[in-house]
């Protein structure tokens, strides 16, 4: 049953203000993300400089050289981590009809943007409406993701599957140049379009433009939350790691002051006699024209010449690294990602170092996962599959991206496959980059038979062997 208008502003105006302050969070959470968390005037994240009225444009340019995306690389390393490529039901050897809609909606490229989303601000969004394909005109769910810079979304406290309704605003800028927002409300019902100006605060601020029903029954929106807790409070991966970013960036600070003022040997004369027939400008002017090798003497014993040492670079350079290795520590990325270095391993000893990140990775694909199924539900329902709808066993299929040699996986599968006795075709998902296309591709070619009768001709033509002419390396070209 479709809302009225005065119930659709009344909880606009109750719940716009907790949309700004989410927004406002994750503005900050952004510019971490981005490598920009010192720029602005009213940024509190920018690095501390004593005696800030005594800058120079040198100091402020060395300021800004300071900032590095560490927390960007945080993001990048557990997204890195998660691609989504199938979701079956229990048993099914195929995947669902409704991970079609995945596919034409081209969310294989698209699912990267909701992980770094959730992963950085703590939440995301993603909807699936009625839609069409455009172009081809058939009828399908469209699918849209959104980030917590323009959707929040309301829960009940005994229903955490769908909200109960969640609004999507982005501002703009009216003629006369005052400032308002374009508002998109859900409910179980439909989609109702609105503008407000300023931000909304008042029922007179909100104009009604039009609705759009679609009857699921349900807010077809999901939540995509990172570590939530009982409270339900979603963390994202950025604000706990802050205090650490921002100590490597006052690191970086001080050592380019150090780098740029103190790292060189400074060489001094005190006691120098100026030539009685010199004047005080001619005397200023010779001591600019000392170039390298010059020599410089006195006839007074009072004359002293020496040098002050530089600064050395090495314990600014420690304290940086150690800040660094306290960050991976608390993200559980190995150090040598953030540290730059190439780390002299097997394979086998790489996977364990990575084994930590891992984990934390298996923690959000195994939250993640249970929102994908709950689109993948959502979008059955509008296609009328009610089977796939009501699918509580379907289980998402994550890429594998552990560190492996492939003679290292085909020695484990080859184990699995004759001492275990499991069959070899529930082995092929397992190799790194093979896909369900390879894997139909791979049955088909054993079932016409053409992979037997290519070896059997090469044996009858004496190719293979000890003296064949065509070598493992050829026949696995010549089966493809």
Not at 111 to 130: D, E, M
Not at 249 to 254: K, L, P
Not at 276 to 290: A, I
Not at 410 to 434: C, F, H
Request: glycine share 8%; charged share 25%; with cysteine.
């Amino acid at each position: 049953m479709v809302m009225s208008w005065r119930s659709v502003i009344g909880l606009c105006v109750d719940d716009f203000p907790s949309f700004l302050r989410q927004r406002g969070h994750a503005q900050e959470m952004d510019m971490w993300i981005r490598g920009k968390q010192g720029i602005g005037e009213e940024s509190e994240s920018g690095i501390y400089v004593p005696n800030p009225y005594r800058q120079t444009d040198e100091h402020v340019d060395l300021s800004t050289r300071s900032y590095t995306p560490w927390v960007g690389l945080v993001i990048s390393s557990l997204a890195q981590t998660m691609f989504l490529e199938g979701v079956r039901r229990g048993g099914a050897q195929e995947n669902i009809k409704a991970y079609e809609v995945w596919q034409r909606n081209g969310w294989d490229a698209k699912q990267a943007s909701i992980y770094r989303g959730a992963l950085g601000h703590g939440i995301a969004f993603a909807s699936a409406l009625p839609g069409k394909d455009r172009l081809t005109g058939a009828a399908m769910p469209k699918l849209k993701a959104y980030s917590a810079l323009t959707m929040a979304a309301w829960f009940d406290d005994d229903e955490e599957e769908f909200p109960l309704h969640a609004i999507e605003a982005k501002p703009f800028r009216e003629q006369d140049g005052n400032f308002g927002w374009q508002v998109k409300f859900y409910d179980e019902s439909a989609v109702y379009y609105l503008t407000c100006k300023g931000n909304g605060f008042e029922k007179k601020d909100w104009i009604p433009i039009s609705y759009e029903e679609h009857d699921l029954g349900v807010t077809p929106i999901v939540q995509y939350a990172n570590l939530l807790d009982l409270d339900g409070r979603a963390t994202g991966e950025v604000e706990p790691i802050i205090p650490v970013a921002r100590r490597i960036d006052q690191d970086s600070y001080d050592r380019l002051i150090v780098q740029r003022y103190g790292a060189w040997k400074i060489r001094y004369v005190t006691g120098l006699v100026k030539p009685k027939d010199m004047t005080e400008e001619q005397y200023r002017r010779g001591l600019q024209e000392l170039k390298v090798g010059d020599m410089l003497a006195s006839p007074s014993h009072e004359t002293k010449f020496g040098t002050l040492p530089e600064t050395q670079l090495d314990g600014f350079i420690a304290a940086r690294d150690a800040d660094i290795r306290d960050l991976a520590a608390v993200t559980q990325i190995p150090p040598h990602h953030m540290l730059g270095t190439t780390p002299q391993m097997q394979p086998e000893s790489l996977a364990s170092v990575n084994a930590s990140l891992m984990a934390r990775s298996l923690e959000r694909r195994t939250s993640f996962g249970e929102t994908h199924e709950r689109l993948f539900r959502l979008a059955a329902l509008q296609q009328g599959n009610m089977a796939e709808a009501q699918a509580w066993d379907m289980q998402v299929r994550w890429r594998d991206s552990e560190t492996r040699s492939l003679s290292q996986t085909a020695d484990a599968l080859g184990k699995v496959a004759t001492q275990l006795r499991v069959p070899v075709e529930m082995l092929w998902e397992r190799i790194d980059g093979w896909t369900d296309s390879d894997t139909k591709r791979a049955k088909d070619l054993l079932e016409n038979g053409t992979i037997d009768q290519l070896i059997a001709d090469f044996e009858k033509n004496g190719l293979l062997g000890e003296g064949g002419a065509l070598g493992e390396k050829e026949l696995a070209g010549a089966g493809a």
